[in-house]
């Protein structure tokens, strides 16, 4: 059964991670799971981040009403199901990152992936935005996206064509690839790290990420996060190092 050999190896490596010193922190990455709230449960290793900026950091763009109930309701409902689907298994203890590409690909795990890997998004995401961002990026960035696109334009005209033509639920994302920039969707909470993709920055286009502020307006929604939001230098920062 392959879930028996997936456990196995989380098995092993508690041992191992508990052998180091009761290290419980590991692996966090890009999701830097620090600035925790009560959800923590202590030494858990999923855990509901505080956001990088004030919820009302983003407005006009994205309202402090929509990032309250985005972060506090729906990011910190995937966390707390998250702890509640792991307590007492092998996966407890795991980092987010881990237990979503553990979980990955298994049937009887699915609850389980689908609340990590929202979690991990969700994570990814608020680093993706910053007040003051958007827009053309300098420096490496930008000459990584004219290596890839052509230039800064058609790169954003993927990005838009990539969050509106995703049906229903999911995210857009501009990821590496075999050392290529490229731009992709995913549904529902299906997530790049995943398909051995590195995602550089996302763009949520689940409703309640924008119904609040835009109602069914997503295409304002996105056109706004591009060219206002978009938090560069994460992005430039989770550039694979050559
Ligand atoms: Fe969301």
């Not at 990032?67 to 309701?73: A, D, E, R, V």
């Not at 998004?121 to 053309?136: C, I, Q, R, T």
């Not at 052509?150 to 969050?163: D, I, M, P, V």
């Not at 990821?175 to 949520?204: F, M, W, Y």
Request: hydrophobic residues 40%; negative net charge.
């Amino acid at each position: 059964m392959p879930i028996q050999t997936v456990e196995g190896e989380i098995s092993r490596r508690n041992f191992i991670l508990s052998a180091a010193g009761g290290i419980v922190l590991l692996g966090a990455g890009m999701a830097g799971l620090s600035g925790c709230d009560s959800r923590t449960g202590g030494a858990a290793t999923v855990a509901l981040p505080e956001l990088p900026y004030k919820e009302n950091a983003l407005e006009p763009y994205i309202s402090r009403k929509t990032i309250g109930f985005h972060h506090g309701k729906h990011h910190g409902a995937y966390v707390d199901r998250t702890l509640e689907l792991i307590k007492g298994t092998p996966l407890a203890g795991l980092s987010l990152k881990d237990i979503v590409q553990k979980t990955s690909g298994f049937a009887d795990k699915a609850s389980t992936f689908n609340n990590a890997a929202q979690s991990w998004n969700h994570d990814f995401y608020w680093k993706s935005l910053a007040p003051g961002g958007g827009g053309k990026p300098e420096g490496e960035m930008a000459r990584r996206l004219d290596a890839a696109f052509g230039s800064y334009e058609n790169f954003k005209k993927e990005l838009t064509s990539a969050a509106m033509s995703q049906f229903g639920s999911g995210w857009a994302w501009l990821v590496v690839e075999e050392d290529r920039l490229k731009v992709v969707n995913t549904s529902n909470a299906e997530t790049p790290i995943i398909h051995g993709q590195v995602p550089l920055l996302t763009i949520d286009v689940w409703e309640h990420a924008y119904y609040l502020d835009y109602q069914n307006l997503r295409s304002d929604y996105v056109k706004n996060v591009i060219e206002h939001l978009i938090n560069w230098k994460f992005a430039e920062s989770n550039l694979p190092v050559a």
